[in-house]
């Protein structure tokens, strides 16, 4: 007889919260948190940088641009998260 699989963490789960930053993911957000606390669990924040799709019938940015472009993006990204890990603490 097989014996139920268990797992060998210990202690409180952690709580994912993925966030796009927008007014439903603040909600989600304070939740999270709630949860987290509550539980005394570890809070993982996660926000996924979408790429910037370029569309040639429109317009297409040299790439020195398209690089600016996307570090100002993933600058401002970092930013957000780390004002909500402030909030976390």
Same mark, same amino acid.
């Given at each position: ?20 930053? =927008? &007014?439903?993911?603040?909600?989600? /957000? $304070?939740? %999270?948190? +709630?949860? @987290?606390?509550?539980? !005394?669990?570890?809070? *993982? ?16 940015? =040299? &790439?020195?641009?398209?690089?600016? /472009? $996307?570090? %100002?993006? +993933?600058? @401002?990204?970092?930013? !957000?998260?780390?004002? *909500? ?5």
């Amino acid at each position: 007889m097989k014996r139920p699989r268990t797992s060998r963490r210990r202690g409180p789960r952690p709580i994912l919260h993925p966030t796009d930053f =927008s &007014p439903a993911s603040g909600a989600a /957000f $304070r939740a %999270a948190l +709630a949860l @987290a606390r509550a539980g !005394r669990s570890p809070l *993982l924040l996660v926000h996924v940088v979408p790429p910037v799709i370029q569309v040639p019938e429109v317009y297409v940015a =040299s &790439p020195p641009t398209y690089e600016r /472009f $996307r570090r %100002a993006v +993933a600058a @401002a990204s970092r930013r !957000r998260l780390a004002r *909500l890990v402030a909030r976390a603490r």
